[in-house]
Each structure stands twice: as C-alpha cells, then as structure tokens.
C-alpha cells in the first residue's frame, strides 16, 4: 500500500528533543517494516497545534490536494492524534489516517510470537482503543492486522467502554497469571546460580546478531535489518572465558516516542532487566543518531529503575564503520567496547570486559570438602556454579563461582570446622 508520512512539529521545539526530521525517518523505516511503500513525506512547522486537526486548515488544504493527485491509500502522522483529530482528518481527505502509536502497535502484532506478547499487544492495542472510543472512520477499523482496510464489521470499534475494560482486566489477570510462573521459573534458574547479562538497546542496533555469534549460531534467534525484528526476550548459555557460564537475554528494542501503553505493556518483560547483574548496552555506530538513540535508552532504563546495575556500552556495526577509532577519543568516557556481530571482532574484548564486570558479583571460590560431608554437595550445587570437581579418597575438591552472599551461605552450610 502507498502511503504518504507527515511529521508535524513546532517551530519553536523543546530543548533537547531530536530533531523533526529524525523522527519522520524514523516513521520511514517503521511503515517499510509493515511492507508499506513510502511514497512522501512531508515536513509541516507550526507555531502551535490545532486541537481540531492538529496542523490547521490551511494546511489540511494542502494535504487534501496531494492526496488526490498522489492518491495515496493511508496518511500516517508522526505525531500522536486524538481520536477528534483523526475524525476531522479522515473526514477532510477521505482517506483512512493513523498515528505513530498506531503503526508501533501494528507491527508489535505482526512480530509477537510468544503467548505472553501477543496478550501484551493486544493488552497495548485495548489500552490505545480505549483513549481513541470516540474516533469514527475506517482507521478505527483494524482490529486484525489490515493497516486502511474498511471492513464492514469494523467500521465503528465494536468495543464500548465497559467491554474494553473487561477485556483489559482479563489481559491484566492472565498476564499477572504468566508474571506468576516467571517468577517459579526465576526460582528454578536461580537454584542452579549462573550470572545473568541483558543485552538492550536500539531497535536494529544488533543485539538479536551479538547474541547469535556469542552462542555459535545455536538455536539462532531470527535477526534482520528492520526494526522491531524480534519482540520476544530469548535468554541462553555463553561460555565465558574463564570456563564459567553466563545467561545473556536479548530483551525487545527500545525507539524514539515509544507509546506509553506499549511501554505499560511491556513493562513485565523490562523488568526482567532488573534481575541481571549486568546490562549490555548495545548501540548502532553507523547510525547518525547514535546519540539520541543512546539518551533514548537510557531514558528508559531510568523509568525502570535500573540505575543500580552495572553498564557496558558496546558499539557494534564497526564493520561499516572503517573510521571508527575516531569515537574512542569521543566517547571515553563511556568506556566503550567496538565489535562487529556479523564478523566477531571486538568479541573476545568483549566477553573478557563482561567476565571482569560480573566477577565483581560473582567471585571465584576453591573449597575442599571432606568426604564424610559428601551430602552437602547437592546444596553447592544449588546455590553455586561449579567449574570442576575432584574426588580423592578423603576428600572432594571444587572450585565453583557465587556470590559472596552464596558463599557465605555453603560456608555457614558447612559449619564452623570443615
């Protein structure tokens, strides 16, 4: 489908805030990611927005007249509309017009795979329908994935307030339901302690790549050049170093404006980021908003309270990126780790910068265990990572990596004289 962008923004922008432009190449690569083909974009300043079409009539003019002569099939706004907006819009070009908000929602339901990302979606969807109840029009009308399509049975939300509700508390309950069985999961993982990296980032920055180098290519996550590729957290084994093991888990994309219901949405699933001891900050270095698109993570990880945890900011794509020394003087400060997913360099620097990072947590330990506490060793197992173990005649040797809370934990286990 032919669609036209319009990015909406104030002459008089707010500091700090990324520049317009950015945001309606951004709304670019959005629509391709949902196959749509960008036909214009259009770039309006305004000295304020109009509450009843957000650009003014004037402006709506200028648009109806591009629209029939390019006769695009769906307008998209960078910009969030309210549901009179959209109604006024739709009625003054006569043809269907959504929002930034809209078109994220969209591909998140295209991408979902798991049960529990799909009920999110559709818990961000509900959540979105019920702020827009009041907007009329064939926009409205696309409840099962068809961006501008009229279906005679969805042309008005079939959703009043007290359904959408209803709908959102049994989202609500089965996904509280789905948080429940994490957290036995959660227990279950941590009886058999290993450390634990998030690899976050930018959408399209790499991370779902990393992660797939990292484990050899096995049980490869998908991974592709667009963005919002993979929604689903996928989490698995790397070998460290020093022999140990770590668990990487490669969290959703982070984007410009992300939708506060999305974000609501997902929370669950950031949240998961709060239980790492490490967190990999995974940046594209080719794009020319590697900065905001850092601000724009970081922003969110403060939302969620992550501040605690240690950070390593990686720069991946140094592949196509041949002078990218030069950012090592820029961004010292940072610290950065330069890698290529798609040709392994940087990886070994890598993986020795996150091995020293989580030793801090979780130290390395030798303990020599007279035979006649043999027992106890199912209890070490549980509350360490054992490297190796060596059975004499009298005694059993490991050396295992905990926390220094685990370790004191088998120390007190084993009582005063061992």
Do not use: C
Not at 5 to 23: D, E, N, Q, R, T
Request: charged letters at 30%.
């Amino acid at each position: 489908m032919k669609v036209t962008l319009i990015g909406a923004a104030l002459k008089k922008k707010p500091k700090g805030s990324p520049a317009p432009a950015v945001g309606l190449e951004e709304l670019a690569r959005l629509a391709e990611t949902a196959d749509l083909e960008v036909r214009e974009k259009f770039l309006i300043r305004l000295t304020k927005y109009n509450p009843s079409t957000l650009i003014g009539s004037g402006k709506v003019e200028e648009l109806r007249k591009h629209v029939e002569e390019a006769k695009p099939g769906l307008i998209i706004f960078d910009e969030e509309l309210t549901p009179a907006q959209q109604r006024n819009l739709e009625r003054a070009l006569g043809v269907p017009v959504i929002d930034r908000t809209y078109l994220i929602l969209e591909i998140f339901s295209r991408r979902a795979r798991t049960r529990e990302g799909k009920l999110q979606v559709r818990l961000a969807r509900f959540s979105y329908d019920l702020t827009h109840l009041t907007g009329k029009g064939a926009a409205m009308g696309q409840q099962h994935g068809m961006i501008g399509a009229r279906g005679p049975g969805e042309r008005q939300l079939e959703y009043d307030r007290r359904t959408l509700r209803d709908k959102i508390t049994g989202l609500q309950k089965e996904l509280d339901a789905i948080r429940d069985e994490r957290a036995t999961q959660r227990k279950n993982r941590d009886s058999v302690p290993m450390p634990q990296a998030a690899i976050v980032g930018y959408t399209n920055a790499g991370k779902s790549t990393l992660l797939n180098f990292l484990t050899a290519q096995k049980h490869a996550i998908y991974a592709d050049d667009k963005l919002f590729a993979t929604l689903d957290p996928t989490t698995k084994r790397v070998r460290l170093p020093g022999g140990g093991w770590a668990l990487f888990t490669d969290t959703v994309g982070f984007i410009q404006k992300l939708p506060h219901n999305l974000v609501a949405a997902f929370r669950s699933t950031l949240e998961e980021t709060a239980y790492a001891d490490l967190i990999i900050h995974v940046h594209d270095l080719s794009s020319p908003q590697v900065k905001l698109q850092h601000a724009a993570v970081q922003e969110t990880l403060k939302d969620l309270d992550l501040a605690g945890i240690p950070v390593i900011n990686v720069y991946n794509k140094i592949d196509a990126v041949p002078d990218h020394r030069f950012y090592s003087e820029t961004l010292r400060r940072a610290r950065p780790v330069f890698v290529s997913a798609l040709t392994g360099e940087g990886m070994k620097e890598l993986l020795d910068r996150v091995e020293k990072a989580l030793t801090a947590r979780w130290g390395d330990y030798k303990l020599v265990l007279p035979a006649r506490k043999q027992k106890l060793l199912s209890e070490i197992y549980k509350n360490a990572m054992v490297k190796s173990a060596g059975y004499g005649p009298e005694e059993i040797t490991l050396d295992f990596r905990a926390t220094k809370e685990n370790y004191q934990r088998i120390l007190k286990l084993l009582g005063p004289a061992i």
